[in-house]
């Protein structure tokens, strides 16, 4: 989803993208935005805060992928975030605003959204037999976030993602689960970069029938946050 964003943000923004290894460098620079070296598990807080400075929009679409195990899912998944959230409260002066990937049916599992139907509920189930250390710790970086008021964040939490070539439509707020295209996730990511409007809320993303566009504005002006009840 990160290089399917660079590209979309490119032709109208500056854009950093912070990577781990050289081995990624040229894909960025072919995309006309700028590589940085740095690492979510061993960089310092202090790094980050001096990347951040000056930036308008901080995007986190980091994750350990399953690789490595809850060790690794916990370094990179929550501390990870934490240190990022760290270090935009470290900028001095404006802060930037902070938009997360987090993904669909992040929540406290003991309470059911009561908008779930029971495919939900079995698609739910499965997904958290399978990754639990991914749910919970993406869930403990969400809770942790939702508590700062220092800068101001918007989190998108996309359902299954596939390959798919994008539709342009998408259901996005209060949902059933689903899949959705990493090129429609893409795209309601850059067009958050302009909606300050969004701070403050979580918006769940699946594939749809209605135009992005309009399904985020209508998401927005709706501000249904209920995972963090």
Same mark, same amino acid.
Not at 21 to 47: G, M, R
Not at 70 to 84: N, P, S
């Given at each position: ?60 679409? *980091? ?5 490595? !195990? ?5 370094? &990179?998944?929550?501390?990870? @975030? $934490?240190? +990022?959230?760290?270090?935009i409260e470290g900028v001095q002066g404006p802060k930037p605003r902070l938009i997360l990937v987090s993904a669909i049916d992040i929540r406290d599992p003991d309470k059911i959204p009561a ?20 749910m919970h710790w993406k869930y403990e970086a969400d809770k942790n976030l939702a508590k700062r008021d220092a800068f101001k964040w918007t989190i998108l939490r996309p359902a299954g993602l ?8 998408? *259901? ?5 689960? !689903? ?5 429609? &996730?893409?795209?309601?990511? @850059? $067009?958050? +970069? ?36």
């Amino acid at each position: 989803v990160s290089l399917r964003l660079t590209k979309l943000l490119t032709p109208t923004h500056r854009v950093k993208s912070v990577i781990r290894t050289l081995d990624y460098q040229d894909d960025i620079k072919d995309l006309s935005a700028e590589p940085v070296l740095l690492s979510l598990e061993d960089s310092p807080v202090t790094d980050f805060t001096a990347l951040f400075k000056g930036q308008d929009v901080v995007y986190f679409s *980091a994750g350990a992928g399953g690789k490595g !195990g809850e060790a690794r899912t916990k370094k &990179v998944d929550y501390e990870g @975030a $934490l240190k +990022v959230f760290d270090a935009i409260e470290g900028v001095q002066g404006p802060k930037p605003r902070l938009i997360l990937v987090s993904a669909i049916d992040i929540r406290d599992p003991d309470k059911i959204p009561a908008h779930y139907n029971e495919q939900d509920i079995a698609i739910s189930k499965r997904v958290r037999g399978a990754i639990p250390a991914y749910m919970h710790w993406k869930y403990e970086a969400d809770k942790n976030l939702a508590k700062r008021d220092a800068f101001k964040w918007t989190i998108l939490r996309p359902a299954g993602l596939t390959n798919n070539p994008g539709t342009g439509n998408a *259901a996005i707020g209060r949902t059933h689960l !689903g899949t959705i295209a990493r090129d429609d &996730v893409a795209k309601v990511l @850059a $067009l958050l +970069v302009d909606r300050e409007d969004a701070a403050g809320l979580a918006l769940d993303v699946v594939g749809g029938d209605t135009p992005i566009e309009a399904s985020l504005d209508v998401a927005i002006k709706k501000g249904e946050t209920d995972f963090l009840d």
